[in-house]
């Protein structure tokens, strides 16, 4: 069954310390894998997209990578306005499949 | 360039009514998918359109309807509401069916009372 886990379901950090985000996958025909930031109430806000495996992307304190099997969202030395719901989302054939997201609480 | 927009943002009906949802992709965006976000359940696929045409479809039941219209503006329908229709409901365009990254709408917040 084509289905992406996510975990940890919540991540509690203080500012500064550095962490991973897990994402893996079970999709056959994977096309991409993409991660989304979602602010409460809001619609998810896009953030890196990935290809094939031992691809990195950065973007400011967030680094994505990518292995056959599962990807990694780390976040190095975050900030309070780190704090959001951080989903993950593979593209098979031709249908996305979401996992359940990380809700990161960043504490100052 | 405009992001994904989407009308009404918030919307309280009562159980039995319908709801129309509004959806206009980024502009030379010809995809548009339509999700249902609830705690629960985190986001589900309902349907995807493209040049005016249901390319895929989720596991809803025939109360969730859609349309494409020429311009790519998409409209998402619920008819005879229930209390568990009470969501989130996100649209995503793209440039292609199932091609590359989508972007999310705001999205409308709808309320069954």
């Known amino acids: 069954e084509d289905q992406v886990t996510q975990s940890p379901e919540a991540l509690r950090l203080q500012e500064g310390e550095s962490s991973s985000l897990n994402c893996s996958y079970t999709?056959?025909?994977?096309?991409?894998l993409f991660w989304y930031r979602q602010d409460p109430g809001k619609g998810p806000e896009f953030l890196f997209t990935?290809?094939?495996a031992g691809e990195e992307k950065e973007k400011e304190r967030l680094k994505a990578t990518l292995t056959k099997k599962e990807s990694f969202l780390h976040i190095t030395a975050p900030k309070p306005e780190d704090s959001a719901t951080y989903l993950c989302?593979?593209?098979?054939?031709?249908?996305?499949?979401f996992g359940s997201g990380t809700k990161l609480n960043v504490k100052p | 360039k405009a992001g994904v927009t989407q009308t009404p943002r918030y919307l309280i009906k009562t159980r039995g009514q319908q709801v129309t949802l509004s959806c206009s992709p980024i502009?030379?965006?010809?995809?548009v998918s339509w999700y249902q976000q609830t705690p629960g359940q985190g986001l589900q696929f309902l349907f995807e359109?493209?040049?005016?045409?249901?390319?895929n479809k989720g596991n809803f039941p025939g109360r969730f309807s859609g349309r494409q219209f020429s311009n790519s503006r998409s409209e998402m329908n619920v008819s005879t509401l229930e209390l568990g229709d009470s969501a989130l409901y996100l649209c995503?365009?793209?440039?292609?069916?199932?091609?590359?990254?989508?972007?999310f709408g705001p999205g409308t917040r709808l309320t069954v009372l």
């Open positions: 995503a365009s793209s440039s292609g069916p199932g091609a590359d990254t989508q972007y």
């Open positions: 999709v056959s025909g994977l096309r991409g």
């Open positions: 990935l290809y094939s």
């Open positions: 989302a593979v593209l098979g054939f031709n249908k996305f499949y």
């Open positions: 502009s030379g965006h010809r995809s």
């Open positions: 359109y493209f040049s005016e045409t249901q390319r």
